[in-house]
C-alpha cells in the first residue's frame, strides 16, 4: 500500500479553475459571505437539501416544480423576484426543517457549477460554521483536494482565502502541498486567527454587507467555527447532509 501523501491545493479565484486538476479530488467549494455558510445553517437546521442553481428564473422554476423555496441574492441583496435572500440567520429550524431550498448567489453557486462543469469527483462546501466537518472529511478520505474559492465576481477576496488557511492549518500533516496559494492562506490565517471579527472590518466584503446592508450578526457567524457542524455533499444535483 503506498504511503504517498494525496495534494492540496488553494485556487483563489474561480477564474483560475481551469489551471486545477478536478478529477479524483474532492473539490470544497468556499463562499464564506455567505453562501456556504448559509448552505451548512439550513442543512444543521432540517433542510431536506439544498439544489443550488446559477440563475434566479432557474431557482423559481426548479422551486416551483419540487415544491421548495427559492432564496439567494445578487451584489449582497436579495435578488430581484425572490422573497428569501443569502443570510445564514434566515434558515432556523422552524422555517427550514423538511423544506428543499433551491439557492442562487453571486459567487458561490456559480463556482460550484463552474466545478461540475471542469470534471470535479467530489464536491462539497466548506465555511467557518462548519470547518471541523470539512476537515473531518478530508482527512477521511485521503484524496487530493481543491479548496475552491469564490472570491468577489473573479476577484480575490481575503475571507475565503482565510477559511482555506484554517483548513490547511488543521489537515497540513497529511498532504503533500507545493502551492504558493496554499502557503499564503495559511500564514494569513495564522496572523489572524486569533481574532477574525476584530480582522472584519478590514474586508471589503464586510464593507458590503454591514454599511449597506447592516449584516453585522451575518459576518459574526460567518466568522465563528462549527456553529453549523454538518458536511454539505454535492450529489445528483442537491447538496445534502455527508
Known amino acids: ?3 504517498k501523501k494525496p495534494a492540496l491545493f488553494t485556487c483563489v479565484s474561480p477564474a483560475l479553475l481551469h489551471l486545477y486538476g478536478l478529477h479524483d479530488a474532492i473539490v470544497v467549494i468556499i463562499d464564506v459571505f455567505r453562501a456556504t455558510s448559509t448552505i451548512a445553517s439550513a442543512l444543521h437546521n432540517g433542510a431536506r437539501c439544498i439544489v443550488p442553481v446559477d440563475t434566479v428564473p432557474k431557482a423559481l422554476e426548479i422551486s416551483k416544480a419540487l415544491g421548495g423555496i427559492a432564496a439567494g441574492e445578487r451584489d449582497g441583496k436579495i435578488a430581484d423576484g425572490l422573497q428569501h435572500g443569502n443570510s445564514p440567520l434566515e434558515y432556523s429550524r422552524d422555517f427550514i426543517e423538511n423544506q ?3 439557492l442562487t448567489t453571486t459567487n458561490g453557486t456559480r463556482l460550484l457549477q463552474m466545478a461540475l462543469d471542469n470534471g470535479a469527483d467530489t464536491i462539497i462546501t466548506g465555511s467557518f460554521p462548519n470547518l471541523s466537518a470539512v476537515c473531518t472529511f478530508l482527512l477521511q478520505q485521503n484524496k487530493n483536494v481543491v479548496l475552491g474559492c469564490a472570491g468577489w465576481k473573479d476577484r480575490f477576496n481575503l475571507e475565503d482565502t482565510l477559511f482555506a488557511g484554517a483548513v490547511i492549518e488543521r489537515v497540513q500533516e497529511h498532504f ?3 502551492c504558493d496559494s496554499s ?3 495559511v500564514n494569513m490565517y495564522t496572523s489572524m486567527k486569533d481574532d477574525l471579527m ?3 472590518p478590514k474586508l471589503t466584503h464586510y464593507h458590503r454587507l454591514v454599511e449597506r446592508f447592516g449584516l453585522i ?3 459574526r457567524f460567518c466568522l465563528t467555527n462549527d456553529l453549523a457542524p454538518v458536511l454539505p455533499l454535492y ?8
Open 217 to 219: 450578526d451575518d459576518i
Open 235 to 242: 450529489r445528483d444535483g442537491r447538496l445534502i447532509k455527508g
Open 183 to 185: 502557503l499564503t492562506a
Open 176 to 178: 503533500s502541498i507545493h
Open 100 to 102: 428543499t431550498l433551491v
Open 198 to 200: 476584530a480582522h472584519a
Open 1 to 3: 500500500m503506498s504511503s
